[in-house]
């Protein structure tokens, strides 16, 4: 590959998946997230495998975003991973303030990440933002806002490829993932959760970090994808 590569998210879960997939393929490397202090330990893990840059950026603040893609220069593809733990009640006790607090997250976040980095994208580069299972397997009930949320980024590439053109703009759609995320969603009942998916998964298990990561190294690869929603979830729309 090497180009360089932002991955938003970095410090953990998917994202530092993706930076140790991106490393490997000789990209220099630039993670950005809001805890300094997870960013400094994913740099520690990552930099025997290349050269690693840190930012430090909270996504749902514009001034915060607009400073760091001024400190990073021109870059080739950016990748976002960044999210929060979904609202997940039943729509009679939806609780305004924590969707507000989630779309700024995971929908608004995304947006200014893509004002501020067309900015600095090499001509040709990419972007790749992340959605998910619930929009195509909504947990019922609980699951209306995640999934409208995460339904959304496949028209937002949509739009945005054409309009970003030739650079492009792709979505990566994992399932079931064993991130930190889930331990925060579920806490110790998560083997349970894993044990009973795993065995209606196709591919019989829960997916790893690592298991994502090829998804996005192919959106940053392959010139002539652009628009699309990449799904790597096992088999999980499926079931």
Excluded: C
């Excluded at 976040?109 to 040709?124: D, E, N, P, Q, S």
């Excluded at 992340?130 to 590439?157: C, L």
């Amino acid at each position: 590959m090497g180009a360089k590569v932002v991955v938003v998210g970095g410090s953990s879960g998917i994202g530092l998946g993706v930076a140790k997939a991106a490393l490997g393929r000789g990209a220099h490397l630039v993670i950005v997230g809001r805890s300094q202090d997870k960013l400094l330990q994913a740099q520690r893990t990552l930099a025997a495998d290349g050269h690693v840059e840190t930012v430090t950026a909270d996504m749902t603040r514009e001034a915060e975003i607009s400073a760091a893609f001024a400190g990073i220069g021109s870059f080739d593809h950016l990748v976002s991973t960044a999210g929060a733990p979904p609202p997940g009640g039943p729509i009679a006790d939806t609780d305004t303030d924590e969707i507000r607090r989630f779309v700024d997250n995971k929908l608004i976040g995304a947006v200014l990440l893509a004002k501020h980095a067309t900015r600095r994208i090499k001509r040709g580069g990419s972007m790749t933002f992340t959605s998910g299972i619930n929009k195509d397997k909504p947990p019922v009930p609980g699951g209306a806002v995640v999934s409208a949320i995460a339904g959304s980024f496949s028209y937002f590439a949509r739009a945005l490829s054409l309009e970003l053109a030739p650079s492009r703009v792709n979505i990566v759609s994992p399932g079931w993932v064993d991130t930190p995320m889930f331990d925060e969603l579920v806490g110790d009942a998560k083997a349970v959760y894993f044990d009973a998916m795993a065995a209606q998964l196709p591919i019989g298990r829960i997916a790893t970090s690592a298991d994502i990561a090829p998804a996005y190294i192919h959106a940053m690869e392959s010139d002539f994808t652009t628009g699309e929603t990449l799904h790597i979830d096992g088999g999980q729309r499926l079931i």
